[in-house]
């Protein structure tokens, strides 16, 4: 079990850097705005994790690295401390990436002497298993941020060259799955790993609906903006409607109209609009304005998750691939289902808890539960999601009006 585990820690803390080996050191630092953190600021935080839920409480004689890092690295956790403030992560031009990846290397040696010679109770399997699992969300969350940083900059750079041997296809033409009236079990129930507010395995009733076989393209979301769908109040609600005027918003982020062309920037630079694509970077306040064009809405997260359970087994591969490559073992190959992995998707719940919920004690009761309120799920994973972590009770969130995130559009009605 030790060899195991010191194998996985090893591959899952590599794969952060090699995330972040295409990037120049002047891309570690920027921070464009506060959704966004420098590249460098998760690698400290992700190490920061381990040392102070583990080595500082449970490592006898554990020296710490540097006596500020917990002031720097700190991310939201009240019972650990102070912290600076989110809006200045950009302002660290100290510690340096070269200081942070010996932070890195400092805590990853001392990690392994802890696995291998501490006796490790259930509870000190439960937090280190938290700080992959919490890891491997900053990837994702690392892909996000490298794409505002790069895609924001005049020169468009790329993150990294395009893959030659990409099989992308013809979009399908949109159908309609059913699902009956009924009373369903959603929520975590098995033997794998899940997050806090994954459980209260419980009963909900859902009256007969149907829901979209695919996401939205970017075509038929351009019928949308071709249609005037940004310039008309009544397919918006009345906060996103004030947002769409106060950020002059006329379509999905990262899109660029140039001389009555629309492009959009990928991670392997500026491009045309690929319109048989799945669109991207919509926020939920377009997802729902979309939905509502269309004479239909956002699923429920119940209905999404009922739906899911009901028709992935007989759904194909999806072929309608996102805008970057695969990167084994810990990433995942891009566009293996179409329930789930291309894009997240958007729901119309917001983000509360489930039946039964109970945060954990201490610093770790922090991680999911003091977030619920005005935020909206949303389900299925994207193309940066690692793979373990795509499971039809997965409950990512996030504030309606973001869009830098990688998040798309299924369609739901009730019938």
Not at 93 to 114: E, G, L, Q, T
């Amino acid at each position: 079990m030790i060899t195991n585990l010191l194998f996985r820690y090893h591959q899952i803390r590599l794969q952060s850097e090699l995330i972040c080996e295409p990037l120049e050191p002047e891309d570690y630092v920027v921070q464009p705005i506060v959704d966004v953190s420098p590249p460098k600021w998760h690698l400290g935080h992700t190490t920061w994790f381990f040392e102070q839920m583990l080595l500082v409480p449970f490592m006898p004689d554990y020296k710490l690295f540097h006596p500020e890092y917990n002031y720097v690295f700190n991310s939201y956790y009240e019972t650990v401390g102070n912290r600076v403030l989110r809006t200045n992560r950009g302002n660290l031009s100290k510690p340096s990436v070269v200081d942070i990846y010996s932070y890195r290397k400092y805590v990853d040696k001392c990690m392994k002497d802890f696995i291998e010679n501490i006796n490790l109770s259930t509870e000190l399997l439960n937090i280190i298993e938290i700080g992959l699992q919490h890891e491997q969300q900053h990837q994702e969350l690392l892909y996000y941020d490298i794409k505002y940083i790069l895609g924001n900059n005049p020169l468009f750079p790329k993150y990294r060259e395009e893959s030659n041997n990409k099989n992308l296809s013809s979009a399908t033409p949109l159908g309609f799955l059913d699902v009956s009236e009924g009373i369903y079990k959603v929520g975590h129930n098995s033997d794998g790993f899940c997050f806090d507010n994954e459980k209260g395995h419980h009963s909900v009733f859902l009256h007969d609906y149907i829901i979209g076989d695919r996401l939205i393209t970017n075509a038929e979301f351009l019928e949308f903006i071709q249609d005037g769908g940004y310039q008309d109040f009544r397919h918006w609600y009345s906060e996103a409607w004030e947002w769409v005027k106060t950020n002059d918003k006329k379509a999905p982020f990262h899109w660029h109209n140039m001389d009555g062309v629309w492009y959009n920037y990928t991670m392997h630079g500026l491009k045309k609009v690929n319109l048989d694509t799945p669109v991207a970077h919509v926020s939920q306040f377009e997802a729902a304005a979309f939905a509502k064009w269309k004479g239909m809405r956002l699923p429920t997260e119940f209905e999404w998750e009922v739906a899911c359970g009901i028709h992935q087994p007989s759904i194909p591969v999806s072929a309608n691939l996102s805008d970057m490559d695969t990167f084994e073992p810990i990433q995942p190959t891009e566009g293996n289902y179409q329930f789930y992995g291309d894009l997240w998707e958007w729901t119309s719940s917001a983000y509360t808890a489930y039946p039964y919920y109970e945060a954990p004690e201490g610093a770790l009761g922090e991680y999911n539960g003091k977030f619920m309120t005005n935020q909206m799920v949303l389900k299925g994973g994207s193309y940066a999601t690692p793979r373990n972590h795509i499971r039809p009770t997965y409950r990512n969130f996030f504030h309606p009006h973001l869009n830098w995130q990688f998040t798309g559009i299924r369609l739901a009605k009730h019938v």
